[in-house]
């Protein structure tokens, strides 16, 4: 953890290294950290996963979180996944926070779970290319690519899986999206802007990436 991040935050982040290796946010921490790398990697990578949508997605998160533009955090008691921006002294700091118990979920709901990564990672790349322009700017049009990405996904469950059953929320989003990405009304999606050039494996961290936690009730 950066001293910039943290006085940009601040105080609100600390490393997970600080934390005694007997807490329970150091030991969920360090699995979170090789189990959100693992399925980053596996969006990425075309030979786990053959949407080439979901693998430029991933490709961005893997280089945003390596690069620590938006690093990945925990936080004890937020209920689900989510992407988390905050301004302090006009600079805005982005990341995609975490529940401690998240390996488990993911092993317990896959589907669920992946969908909430590439949910997330839309949200992230909007960051990335200057979609989100304040705390405050919640775009409908920002939550719908996102579901337009995570409808990609579940289409593609859907084509090559045998036991991958929608649950109520998966079927609002293949209800709005029913052929994923293709279902997106005009001007939804737009082409990313690249890495710059030299940058775009050059990680400052990982793999396996370093989880900070996030404490929203710290001023």
């Excluded at 430029?56 to 209920?79: F, Q, T, Y």
Aim: hydrophobic fraction near 40%; proline fraction near 9%.
């Amino acid at each position: 953890m950066n001293l910039f991040l943290r006085e940009l935050c601040g105080g609100r982040m600390d490393h997970l290294d600080n934390f005694p290796r007997t807490d329970p946010i150091w030991q969920s921490g360090k699995l979170l950290e090789s189990t959100f790398t693992e399925l980053v990697d596996s969006l990425r990578n075309p030979d786990s996963m053959k949407n080439p949508a979901i693998n430029e997605l991933a490709r961005l998160l893997w280089r945003l979180v390596g690069n620590r533009i938006v690093p990945s955090s925990v936080m004890p008691g937020i209920p689900t996944m989510s992407f988390w921006c905050e301004i302090k002294k006009g600079e805005m700091f982005a990341t995609i926070i975490c529940p401690l118990d998240w390996p488990q979920r993911l092993k317990d709901d896959p589907y669920m779970q992946m969908g909430a990564m590439v949910f997330n990672a839309s949200r992230a790349r909007d960051y990335w290319n200057h979609r989100i322009i304040d705390i405050t700017d919640t775009k409908e049009e920002q939550y719908d690519r996102a579901m337009a990405f995570e409808a990609e996904l579940l289409c593609y469950f859907q084509q090559h899986t045998t036991d991958f059953v929608p649950n109520e929320y998966q079927k609002q989003v293949l209800e709005k999206f029913p052929a994923g990405l293709a279902s997106a009304p005009p001007g939804l999606v737009y082409e990313s802007r690249p890495f710059p050039d030299g940058q775009a494996e050059m990680l400052l961290a990982g793999p396996p990436y370093p989880v900070d936690v996030y404490n929203l009730n710290k001023k």
